[in-house]
């Protein structure tokens, strides 16, 4: 899986093109429009790769792509609730710890800080759950799809959904440090876009390669093409 992934990026026609395009986004990634594009893009090829698909695919129907990752989008922000809603519980339960004083103020705020500890926990299950929810959201072309845990849950629960979140987290250390090496130059800091969107797509394959060995093995069958989000 790691080296299709990593080669995932270059394949098909106007491989040159597409990473040119990508990185582009990623550089403009600060007028927020490039950040919705690239995610509609990425969803959609790792549902594509979650059909059988081996080549990414073309950069199309850009107001399709802005919709989709509005979209993606608002599923992240809808996984991320319960750790924002966390931390702001518990910004309130420190700061009113803070203002209480006494006995009372102190066991406020160690429950305070006690909640906090349990972002970090709740922001790594979200990390795990979201390229899984997101790739059903793309293949059913429905927002509801990203909540089908009867779905995504043998998906999860998979080694081979264990696996590609290791790869992409080992690829992503070692390529990172590489990258900030590299950023201490001007070369590094040119490359960087372009690096970020080739480790997207190449993490988007390995999560929908694993999403494809489980899914499609339960329906018995592997479409040919993946539909696009559509409501």
């Known amino acids: 899986?790691?080296?299709?992934?990593?080669?995932?990026?270059?394949?098909?026609?106007?491989?040159?093109?597409?990473?040119?395009?990508?990185?582009?986004?990623?550089?403009?990634?600060?007028?927020?429009?490039?950040?919705?594009?690239?995610?509609?893009?990425?969803?959609?090829?790792?549902?594509?790769?979650?059909y059988g698909d081996e080549d990414p695919p073309a950069f199309e129907d850009?107001?399709?792509?802005?919709?989709?990752?509005?979209?993606?989008?608002?599923?992240?922000?809808?996984?991320?609730?319960?750790?924002?809603?966390i931390v702001a519980v518990m910004l309130l339960v420190v700061l009113g710890g803070g203002s209480a004083g006494g006995n009372a103020g102190g066991l406020l705020a160690g429950v305070g800080m006690l909640g906090m500890l349990l972002v970090l926990p709740a922001a790594l299950v979200v990390t795990y759950l979201l390229p899984a929810a997101l790739i059903n959201f793309a293949r059913e072309g429905s927002l509801s799809a990203a909540f089908d845990f009867s779905t995504l849950k043998p998906v999860l629960l998979s080694q081979q959904y264990i696996v590609a979140t290791v790869l992409v987290f080992v690829v992503s250390v070692v390529g990172g440090a590489v990258l900030s090496f590299l950023s201490m130059f001007l070369v590094g800091i040119l490359l960087a876009p372009f690096y970020y969107f080739w480790l997207g797509l190449a993490g988007q394959f390995m999560?929908?390669?694993?999403?494809?060995?489980?899914?499609?093995?339960?329906?018995?069958?592997?479409?040919?093409?993946?539909?696009v989000a559509d409501d």
């Open 207 to 227: 999560f929908g390669r694993a999403f494809a060995e489980v899914a499609n093995t339960r329906d018995g069958a592997t479409p040919t093409a993946a539909p």
């Open 1 to 50: 899986m790691l080296e299709d992934s990593l080669s995932y990026p270059t394949k098909g026609d106007g491989a040159i093109a597409r990473l040119l395009i990508g990185g582009v986004l990623m550089f403009f990634s600060w007028l927020l429009v490039p950040v919705f594009l690239v995610s509609g893009y990425l969803v959609r090829a790792a549902a594509a790769v979650s």
């Open 62 to 85: 850009w107001g399709g792509l802005l919709v989709d990752g509005l979209k993606a989008t608002a599923v992240a922000v809808a996984y991320s609730f319960v750790p924002v809603a």
